[in-house]
């Protein structure tokens, strides 16, 4: 059974807790990942640093989570762009520190940025998304709870 655009990008009705529990991840992945790189659990890799790959990683486990529990892919994008806004906000406020507080909050909120992160998490997401649904299809299939018939 192929599931609706709207299931599909914001999750079945009866999995609307779920939904609501996944769109407050979002600011907590955000936190989350400032955190680790403040704290040297995550560590910057070298000179100009367009994707982060720790941050991204948070984000696409986090978009593979919302596939895998049916939430929408609405809470897989916003799962994936947390996290990276959380390395943004981290390198904005701490990774600049010659510059004042307004001009810090200026680069963290310039649109190219915000959009490029954005564009990143959309594709990531979605693939990581499509993993997790992909999976929970099968674990469905494997314990026989569908059969491969039903997903046709």
């Known amino acids: 059974m192929v599931p609706s655009p709207r299931a599909l990008l914001v999750g079945r009705p009866a999995h609307r807790r779920r939904l609501f529990l996944a769109l ?3 600011p907590a992945l955000l936190v989350a990942t400032y955190a680790a790189y403040a704290a040297g659990l995550f560590a910057v890799s070298g ?3 367009f994707i982060p790959g ?3 990683l948070v984000g696409v486990a986090a978009a593979a989570v919302a596939g895998y529990g049916g939430v929408g892919l609405v809470a897989a994008w916003l799962g994936a762009y947390g996290s990276l806004l959380g390395y943004n906000a ?3 406020f701490v990774g600049l520190p010659s ?3 307004g001009e810090q909050l200026a680069y963290f909120l310039e649109l190219d940025g915000l959009a490029f992160q954005g564009v990143v998490a ?3 997401g979605t693939v990581a998304f499509a993993a997790g ?3 929970r299809t099968c674990v469905a299939v494997l314990w026989g ?3 491969v018939g039903d997903l046709g």
């Open 54 to 56: 720790q941050a991204l």
């Open 99 to 101: 510059r004042t507080r």
């Open 145 to 147: 709870d569908r059969t």
């Open 47 to 49: 000179c100009v640093v």
């Open 90 to 92: 981290y390198h904005a």
């Open 122 to 124: 959309l594709l990531f």
């Open 133 to 135: 649904y992909l999976l």
């Open 24 to 26: 407050a991840c979002a």
